[in-house]
């Protein structure tokens, strides 16, 4: 069965600075992944996805993604984070394009002044 | 892009009674949709995939029978949670297949149950 983890459940970090954000799936074939955003009280916002080519993968807000095949990791990363960016964030995964989404527990992203 | 819509936003409502959320594909024709549960603070759990012109399939442990969904058409399906109970209060969110290769979810509908 497929299943998504992302073993952070909140992150901290300062305006400005870097950020990874760590997913890593489960699945016996290539996946289609895929980072969703959702600020408090709202849907979710697709970032990015990846169903083959490229394993760099670039998003909107300035995000980006890399797919590790050999360590079935999907991070997503931003050079330099905004306060607008606190939000939790869901990598998630799909054996089909159009099939049903299984979510990770998402990670809250914290923003310092 | 495409757009989700869901209505209504939130709802409160008594224990006992029936409540209907509708989700529209607004600028396409979904022949999918999904329905998801999120908990506060939790992840988004995939309830059931509803499809155009025929019954939905639940994931293990959602009671049909609570859950009620109807895919009257292309651009609409609907959940009714049926003699909803405290429990059952929650963020009720809808995707809708589109393009071939993308979903769009709807902004979500928070269930209040007293």
């Known amino acids: 069965a497929q299943s998504v983890t992302q073993p952070d459940i909140h992150i901290t970090v300062s305006e400005g600075a870097s950020l990874e954000l760590r997913c890593n799936y489960s699945y016996g074939a290539t996946p289609y992944l895929f980072w969703y955003v959702q600020s408090p009280g709202q849907g979710l916002q697709l970032l990015l996805k990846y169903f083959s080519g490229d394993t760099l993968v670039q998003g909107i807000k300035g995000f980006e993604a890399e797919f590790k095949r050999s360590q079935s990791s999907f991070n997503l990363r931003k050079p330099s984070v905004h306060w607008s960016d606190a939000a939790e964030y869901f990598c998630a995964v799909a054996p089909n394009r159009d099939d049903k989404i299984i979510f990770g527990k998402g990670t809250r992203l914290h923003i310092l002044p | 892009g495409a757009v989700v819509s869901q209505h209504p936003s939130w709802v409160i409502c008594k224990s006992g009674t029936s409540v209907k959320i509708e989700c529209r594909s607004l600028d396409f024709q979904a022949t999918t949709m999904f329905w998801y549960r999120q908990f506060p603070k939790q992840s988004l759990m995939l309830m059931a995939t509803?499809?155009?012109?025929?019954?939905?399939?639940?994931e293990q442990g959602v009671e049909k029978d609570k859950f009620l969904i109807n895919h009257a058409s292309l651009t609409l399906s609907t959940l009714t949670v049926t003699s909803a109970h405290p429990e059952d209060s929650s963020f009720y969110i809808c995707?809708?297949?589109?393009?071939?290769?993308?979903?769009?979810f709807g902004p979500g509908t928070r269930l209040t149950v007293l």
């Open positions: 995707s809708a297949s589109g393009s071939p290769d993308t979903q769009y």
């Open positions: 509803s499809n155009e012109g025929s019954k939905a399939t639940y």
